[in-house]
Structure formats: C-alpha cells, structure tokens
C-alpha cells in the first residue's frame, strides 16, 4: 500500500512577503502583530490615560485615587487571506487584541473613605446623598474581566472582507487619514480629527482610478464610536456642570449609518485626501416614556483635509502629515473617540477661600431642551507632526494637535442668559461660556535596535482652555473625592510620559 504523500506548506509570492498556501487550497494567509508593554507615568493628571470607571470620574484629580502610573501588555494578532478568483481577489482580515491594563480605585463616598476597584461594584449612599449609588465599573473596566489577576480584555479591531472594490466589516473609516490620529505619535489622545484605529463597522466602495488616484463611499456604523451625545439641558444642575454633567445623554436607538465621501490622492511625492461625513443625531424621548414626546433629527456633517509630504530635503524618509477638521453637529470627527469630548481637570488655587481649581468641559453632538429641538455644536481643529531621521535606527517627531468647541446661542443663553443655570445658580462667577480650547503639544523619539523591535519615549502635553472665569460652589464628587467647597474656575494642564516597547512580528 503506497502512503500519502505529504503536503508541504509552499509559498505564495502572489501578494508581497510572508505568504503562503494553506495546503489543498488556492488560498494565501498571512500571520502578524506585535508585542507591546508599556507604562504611561503622570497619568494622574490625565483625562484620558488614567482610564474613567464612573460617569463622575476620577481622571486628573491629582490626589490619592488617581493613578500616577498605568501599565500596559498586549498581544496583538492578525490574519490576511487573499484568493485569486475570476472577479479579482477575495481578501479577508482578522485584527484582535489580548491587553492587561493597570486597574484603578474610586471613590464612593463612604464616611470611612471605602473605594471601589475598577473591575468590581460598590454599593453604597454617598455622604449627604438620599440613596444609595454603585460605584466602580459602571462605566466601563479597563480590563473585560478586570480583577482575576491572569485575565484581562480582548478587543476586535479589524475584521472584514474585501472583494471587487467593496470593503464590508470593521475597518478604518473611509474618512480617516492613512494615519488615523497618529500623524507622528504614539500618544492616544490627540483631538484635531477623526481617528478610528481600532475599526468601526462599515459598508464601502472604493473606486480606484490609476495614478494612485482613488474615491470611496461609505456607510457607517455611528453607534458608540461617532456619538458624543445628545444631551438635554433641562434637569442640569449648576453643580453638576462643572462635574463634567451638563444635562442627561438621551442618544436613541440607531437609525442611520453615518454616510462618508472620500477622495485621495497617493504618488511619491506624498498624499492629499479630502473627506465628507454626514451624521444622523437622532433623540429618544424628552421624558421616561415615549408619549412626552422627542426633538426632530437633525444632521450634522464634518469636513476634513489632510496632506502628508514625502521626500524632503531634511533626509531619507522624513515626513510632515497635517490634516484640519470642521464639525458641525459631528463632534467625533474632531475630538475623536480616544480623546474624548468631555474633560474634567482639578488642580491648586492662590485665590483666597478656593479650596483648589477646576476646568470642567464638554462638547456633545447637539443640546436640547424638553420641548424644543436640537441645537449643534460647532468645532475646528488640526493635528500635525514632522518625522526626522537621524539614521536607520534613530527617529524623532514633534507634533501638535488644537480643537475648539462653540456652543450655540440657545444653549448659552439657557447656561448663562439673565436668569440662566449658571448665573442663578452661580454667583461667584464673573464669565460664563462653555465654549473652549484644547491645545496639544509632544515629541517622540524611537530607537531600533535591530529590525521590528522599537523602544520609544512620548511626551504629550495638553491644556484644557476653558472661557469661565470667577469661583463655583460644588458639591461632594464622590469618585474622585473632592469636597463640597468653593473653586476657582481656570485653565488647566496634563503632562504624560508614555514608554514603550513594541516587537512586531
């Protein structure tokens, strides 16, 4: 009886380096990722590193709850596959991701000073509160099972399939850059633009006209990644402002996908994309049933430019990436989902009677009011950054990122008009604007060694520019255990050092 013969693994040059043949198939895969591990150190002043366990918040409160370091390890994985056909190639990819980060404590404000870990809920009624309240993981664990010491999160950043122009599955918006909110960063956090890295669902066409010429449609999944909120001022509380709280989120089921426009052009002497991006704001109810009635949707839109510059005179594979956002009832496309739109920053006061400072700021979608219709918020932004060479295994960038968030006439005039929230509610203050800035500012320098393994230093400082001005009386912020007490209302700022090693493979 003659044996089978074997089938050897054979490689498939059809599609570039590191391809090969699942045997008995005319099918090529790909395996890759990476390794990372990394520490972020200053994170207790920050609003986005240190992660939020709780609607309140214990992100920049410098004080004993926050974490001054978080650490982070991480596995990534992908798969490619690509089958030639009579149509053109099928292509197939999988992109998930094995993390375990630094967990973190909150308060709850127990007369005993009891905290909650970020994987567990706390019950128990605040100081001063009339019930009792959870605590801890309600909004949302940094790790999916935060707590069990050899677990962590899995996150599924890319899986689609690709065939005959048509990209169906999560992938990188059509509206983004090449190089998502990362024109030369490893900092997170940098507004300025859209940036979804980790994928948002999507059904797509792209047409690709030679000449590195191409244009995309795209239908979008807005939930979660491209809504900052709908909020409804009605039942705000002055107090409750300046907690990051300007009304209730009352964000609807989904209705439309968001609908995305793209053209780019890619040649050796750098990119140049132009991107449109229209967003459906859609309300639930004014109150706890459907019959109080609800707002009209209203459509908000965005428009982003980006130009990345190659081959300059600086040296071998320098670059300089920019791109500039407007918004207008799309906030995500500028303060995009690792950033954040809401910041609530504490720190010291040298004015007498404060008990410390706070900038407290938001930027949703749209703002309303029980009765009335949605009103949006405009923003603008730009994020850049210049890559230098110093020789095959050194690189630096500089880079830099604004944002600015501009509330309507009707929501000011509800916050701060004669007789508004704020200066009824608030007396000590001299300037009412929600209105604000947030400026950006970083360098990193890499190191490689040998090939796909890079050491690398980030340095990112941000400052929240917010247009109060004058003092606030706030009440007990349970979570990040802040006193009822009067504070200053000012600018403030956040440095953070990220260190990292990344071996990819």
């Known amino acids: ?54 609607t309140q918040g214990a992100n920049g409160a410098r004080n004993r709850l926050t974490n001054y370091y978080t650490m982070r390890a991480r596995e990534d994985l992908n798969i490619d596959t690509r089958t030639a056909t009579e149509y ?27 905290t909650a870990y970020s994987g567990a809920l706390a019950i128990n009624t605040p100081v001063g509160a009339a019930a009792p309240a959870l605590f801890g993981s309600g909004g949302g664990s940094v790790n999916g099972t935060d707590g069990n010491t050899s677990a962590g999160s899995l996150g599924v950043y890319y899986a689609f399939i690709q065939f005959a122009g048509f990209t169906m599955g999560k992938a990188v918006s ?28 999507q059904f797509s066409y792209t047409a690709d006209f030679g000449q590195g010429i191409t244009a995309a449609f795209s239908a979008e999944d807005a939930t979660s990644y491209y809504q900052a909120g709908n909020v409804n001022l009605t039942g705000a509380t002055a107090a409750g402002i300046f907690g990051g709280a300007v009304g209730a989120n009352a964000i609807g089921g989904s209705r439309s996908p968001n609908l995305v426009g793209m053209v780019r052009v890619d040649q050796a002497w750098g990119l140049f994309q132009a991107s449109v991006a229209a967003h459906d704001n859609h309300v639930g109810y004014y109150g706890p049933a459907e019959t109080f009635g609800h707002p009209d949707d209203k459509w908000g839109w965005a428009v982003q430019l980006a130009l990345s510059i190659k081959n300059i005179p600086t040296g071998a594979g320098d670059v300089i990436n920019v ?25 010291s006061s040298g004015l007498a009677g404060a008990y410390g400072s706070v900038a407290a700021v938001t930027a949703p979608d749209t703002v309303f009011v029980s009765g009335g219709q949605q009103e949006t918020i405009k923003t603008w932004g730009f994020r850049g950054a210049y890559t230098h060479n110093w020789d095959p295994y050194w690189n630096t960038a500089i880079y830099g990122a604004y944002a ?3 509330f309507g006439s009707g ?33 990193i320098t890499r190191w490689t060694p040998v090939k796909n393994l890079t050491f690398s230093a980030d340095l990112a400082w941000t400052n929240v520019d917010q247009k109060y001005a004058g003092t606030i009386a706030a009440g007990l912020a349970a979570v990040p255990a802040k006193p009822a007490a009067t504070y200053e209302v000012k600018d403030q700022n956040s440095l953070v050092l990220l260190l990292r090693a990344q071996r990819n493979w």
Do not use: H
């Open 1 to 54: 009886m003659k044996a089978k013969a074997v089938e050897y693994v054979k490689i498939c040059s059809l599609y570039g380096a590191g391809f090969y043949y699942i045997p008995g198939t005319d099918t090529c895969i790909k395996l890759g990722g990476y390794l990372r591990a990394e520490v972020a150190l200053g994170t207790n002043s920050d609003f986005t590193l240190n992660q939020n366990v709780s």
């Open 88 to 114: 053109g190639v099928v292509r197939t990819f999988f992109d998930g991701v094995f993390s375990w980060t630094t967990g973190n404590y909150v308060g709850t404000g127990s007369a005993t000073g009891g």
């Open 174 to 201: 059509q509206f983004d850059a090449p190089w998502t909110n990362y024109p030369g960063n490893n900092f997170d956090g940098l507004v300025g633009g859209s940036g979804t890295v980790t994928g948002v669902n």
């Open 404 to 406: 600015q968030a501009q």
């Open 411 to 443: 929501a000011k005039t509800f916050l701060c008009g004669a007789g508004g929230l704020l200066t009824v509610g608030q007396p000590g203050l001299t300037g009412c604007n929600p209105d604000f800035n947030i400026g950006q500012v970083g360098i």
């Open 323 to 347: 791109s500039a956002v407007y918004t207008d009832g799309a906030t995500r496309y500028n303060f995009q989902n690792l950033a954040g739109s809401t910041y609530v920053m504490y720190g």
